[in-house]
T-cell receptor, first 114, second 114 residues
Framework: DTGVSQNPRHKITKRGQNVTFRCDPI?????LYWYRQTLGQGPEFLTY????????KSRLLSDRFSAERPKGSFSTLEIQRTEQGDSAMYLC????????????FGEGSRLTVL | GESVGLHLPTLSVQEGDNSIINCAYS??????FIWYKQESGKGPQFIID?????DKRQGQRVTVLLNKTVKHLSLQIAATQPGDSAVYFC?????????????FGTGTLLAVQP
């Protein structure tokens, strides 16, 4: 158990629909990250939060993507007007207590856009 | 598995043998490097890290070597076990781990034959 729960685990949607993913880390860790992983590739950084503040967003995060962490605990990632190219695994991660390079990833939310 | 691509570099080893997984990086500004293991259907799991002021670091059954001259990183796994079968990613960071904004490389699939 990495202390990161993601829901839903798998979402199948039609192109043009909106989807939302949720990430629930154990509460005592302040930084939360979103990464995206396509088949056969390593994860790509999307954005991260320090408490409720979104500190950085990747250029991969187009205007159709929005992430929030309203109370500094759980986070949501919404994709509007989904496209087939959005099909990927969306991974949420929290920082560990000691080693700064160590991220604890959830099992991800897999998005399939038909 | 969900995260294993069709054309990943693959390393096949016999159980009990040592494994060496290699990674090349291109950004000379990278100063912190991490190896992650990803099993099918799971998020990446931290294995070991190394900072640019070191050239070797050892963990339990694993050793990471860093050659900054040729921008090369390797992960050595001693006495490889079936449970080591997974995709292995190297990742780099350019701010010494101050953030966990990581750039992941292309993974290597390690297949352990019993």
């Amino acid at each position: 158990d990495t202390g990161v729960s993601q829901n839903p685990r798998h979402k199948i949607t039609k192109r043009g629909q909106n989807v939302t993913f949720r990430c629930d880390p154990i509460s005592e860790h302040n930084r939360l990250y979103w990464y995206r992983q396509t088949l056969g590739q390593g994860p790509e950084f999307l954005t991260y939060f320090q408490n409720e503040a979104q500190l950085e967003k990747s250029r991969l995060l187009s205007d159709r993507f929005s992430a929030e962490r309203p109370k500094g605990s759980f986070s949501t990632l919404e994709i509007q007007r989904t496209e087939q190219g959005d099909s990927a695994m969306y991974l949420c991660a929290r920082t560990g207590g000691g080693n700064t390079g160590e991220l604890f990833f959830g099992e991800g939310s897999r998005l399939t856009v038909l | 598995g969900e995260s294993v691509g069709l054309h990943l570099p693959t390393l096949s080893v016999q159980e009990g043998d040592n494994s060496i997984i290699n990674c090349a990086y291109s950004n000379s500004a990278s100063d912190y490097f991490i190896w992650y293991k990803q099993e099918s259907g799971k998020g990446p799991q931290f294995i070991i890290d190394i900072r640019s002021n070191m050239d070797k670091r050892q963990g339990q059954r694993v050793t990471v070597l860093l050659n900054k001259t040729v921008k090369h990183l390797s992960l050595q796994i001693a006495a490889t076990q079936p449970g080591d079968s997974a995709v292995y990613f190297c990742a780099e960071n350019t701010d010494g781990g101050a953030t966990n904004k990581l750039i992941f490389g292309t993974g290597t699939l390690l297949a352990v034959q019993p």
